[in-house]
């Protein structure tokens, strides 16, 4: 067989293969190029056969030209090769991602399933093909009643529930219907997902929105609070200052002054109430004054226990040594202990109180071991808390009781803690519980009439200015500094005491004190005014009052020019004996 002088790349060593081939009577084919004009190479399919003629063999064929067909073959490859990529891709995707898939057949076969669906349920991809869905998720020998594949088969629609795993996480399932061409249902594929953290991320955000939600309540009443509180002191101021007047005007040993002495108890507990209310409102540092702590307990002891089942059982020694606190926050922190005990004995039982004093090795090693200590602790026969709850009882918001705030326990840790001191709980269930605070010890020696009745008042002389809104203790504080030997002037707003200041300082006349409400609704306030009247007289001699007796502003007042706090209410005394310290010279730091 001659080979085409056309064919340069032809392969020799198929030519005896040729040959017999044409010999058994089949036509041989090739493909091959040729060289056409221009001496372009074309690809072309060349079909011969064997003809034997006298005894000679012919060779007898044909080609065509095979150019498109080789083009589209060569596309055809590329296509698999980028497909066949594109599927490897996507496959190593579907391994990848945390999602379950599984493929299921109509009878629920598993066709198909990457590894999340297989860890989900405890085997290997390839242990589940061939296995049913229901056997090696749920052990069962047939379909679960509430199968979502199955309703997706009967209805032909997406479908999702949420179950839990082996492994005993929430597992959030989605089953999607793949049809043919003719829109029959031929598998199902089912996305699993794993959601166990999104749904305690998504409760503990509720939990915290609750918890924002409760805040901003609290805050609107902290507003509302302390706006009531400070209308209450103000009324209170009202009687108890007209109450010390009516008295300086009795004689001594008057029936009338026992009288006194009751409507000035009475006040003295509603003025406890205004400290409940002030729970509520901002601010909370302590204005401090040496205290003898025998009547604060055993006022809070008979208030708490009033109307209730529960008896109480104090025991106070006589040296208790006095401590440098604000009263009313001091009892409202035994007033919430107190009335914990109450509630946690529904059917009675019998609250302690006990005081003692502690000297440095008597101390735990939290306290400061250069300072002594009083310390108080209140005791009930109670249920108790339960241990895992205990190191708990101080935060906010946390409470055993349905209707608790949660904020009762938190506000006296407060307390305690900005008056240098510490609280500390015991329990045991069934046991009862016991609360003990400990105060740093006063080193001010205490007069023997703590409760400020009877106070001596001292004759003094000189100019007082007085602001406050209202004209009723304006009116009260000017008689009050009369009787007491000083003249006085009352102003409505810090706008008027300013320049009636600078216009005396001119004069060279300058008031010998003044007295300055922290609010004045509309006007300027006791802040604002005492910076005035300082940038008049640097040396000005300024007293505080307010019946937001827990404004930062109380508790610090020296930090804003002031030497000296008066909180609503007040008596004459206790003006007479701030004054005294300050035109003295005793209101040093």
Same mark, same amino acid.
């Given at each position: ?33 040729? #060289?056409?004009?221009? %001496? ?33 073959? /060569? ?8 497909? #066949? %990529? ?274 440095? /090795? ?45 904020l009762g326990l938190t506000s006296a840790y407060s307390i305690v803690r900005k008056h240098g001191g510490d609280i500390s709980v ?73 320049? #009636?200041?600078?216009?005396?300082? #001119? ?83």
């Amino acid at each position: 067989m001659r080979i085409p002088d056309w064919d340069p790349e032809f392969d020799m060593s198929s030519v005896d293969e040729l040959y017999q081939q044409m010999r058994d009577g089949k036509p041989a084919r090739l493909e091959t190029v040729h #060289r056409v004009a221009l %001496g372009k190479l074309v690809p072309v399919e060349v079909t011969s056969s064997l003809l034997v003629h006298d005894g000679r063999e012919y060779t007898c064929g044909y080609f065509y030209d095979i150019t498109e067909r080789k083009a589209m073959e /060569e596309a055809l490859r590329e296509s698999e090769s980028r497909y #066949r %990529g594109l599927f490897l891709e996507f496959q190593a995707l579907l391994n990848g991602i945390p999602d379950g898939l599984t493929l299921l057949s109509p009878n629920l076969e598993v066709l198909w399933a990457n590894p999340a669906a297989a860890r989900a349920t405890g085997h290997e991809p390839q242990d589940l093909i061939g296995s049913y869905c229901y056997q090696v998720r749920h052990q069962l020998d047939k379909p679960c009643s509430n199968c979502i594949v199955l309703e997706t088969l009967r209805t032909g629609e997406l479908n999702e529930t949420l179950q839990a795993s082996h492994t005993g996480r929430s597992i959030e399932l989605r089953s999607v219907p793949v049809r043919d061409e003719g829109g029959k249902i031929v598998k199902v594929i089912e996305i699993g997902r794993d959601v166990t953290d999104q749904i305690a991320a998504e409760a503990e955000r509720n939990e915290l929105e609750r918890k924002l939600l409760h805040a901003h309540k609290l805050e609107s009443l902290g507003i509302l609070a302390g706006g009531i509180a400070h209308d209450f002191n103000n009324i209170l101021t009202g009687i108890l200052g007209n109450l010390s007047i009516l008295r300086m005007q009795l004689p001594e040993g008057h029936k009338g002054q026992e009288r006194i002495d009751r409507c000035e108890k009475a006040v003295s507990q509603a003025t406890g109430l205004t400290c409940q209310l002030l729970t509520f409102s901002k601010g909370g540092d302590p204005v401090k004054k040496t205290i003898e702590l025998r009547h604060l307990i055993e006022h809070s002891v008979s208030f708490a226990l009033t109307g209730s089942n529960v008896a109480s059982k104090v025991n106070i020694p006589d040296d208790l040594w006095p401590v440098d606190a604000d009263e009313g926050q001091l009892e409202q922190v035994l007033n919430n202990l107190l009335i914990n005990a109450v509630q946690a004995m529904p059917r009675g039982g019998v609250v302690r109180v006990a005081a003692a004093n502690l000297v440095p /090795e008597q101390l735990e090693s939290g306290a400061s071991q250069l300072k002594q200590y009083v310390a108080i602790v209140v005791s009930d026969d109670g249920e108790g808390i339960a241990p895992e709850n205990l190191a708990k009882i101080f935060d906010p918001y946390f409470s055993t009781k349905e209707t608790g705030s949660g904020l009762g326990l938190t506000s006296a840790y407060s307390i305690v803690r900005k008056h240098g001191g510490d609280i500390s709980v015991t329990s045991e269930p069934g046991k009862g519980i016991t609360f003990e605070i400990i105060i740093p010890a006063s080193r001010h020696a205490i007069g023997t009439d703590n409760n400020r009745v009877h106070r001596v008042v001292t004759i003094g002389k000189g100019l007082v200015l007085v602001m406050d809104d209202e004209e009723y203790i304006r009116d009260m504080v000017c008689e009050m500094l009369s009787m007491m030997g000083y003249e006085a002037e009352s102003f409505s707003s810090g706008e008027e005491l300013v320049q #009636r200041y600078r216009d005396m300082t #001119r004069e060279g006349n300058a008031p010998s004190a003044v007295i300055l409400d922290l609010t004045i609704p509309g006007g300027m306030g006791g802040l604002d005014t005492a910076k005035a009247v300082l940038e008049v007289d640097p040396t000005a001699r300024l007293i505080v009052a307010s019946g937001y007796s827990n404004n930062p502003a109380m508790a610090n007042y020296r930090q804003h020019g002031f030497v000296a706090a008066l909180a609503k209410p007040y008596r004459l005394e206790d003006i007479s004996s701030e004054l005294e310290k300050v035109l003295n010279g005793s209101d040093a730091p």
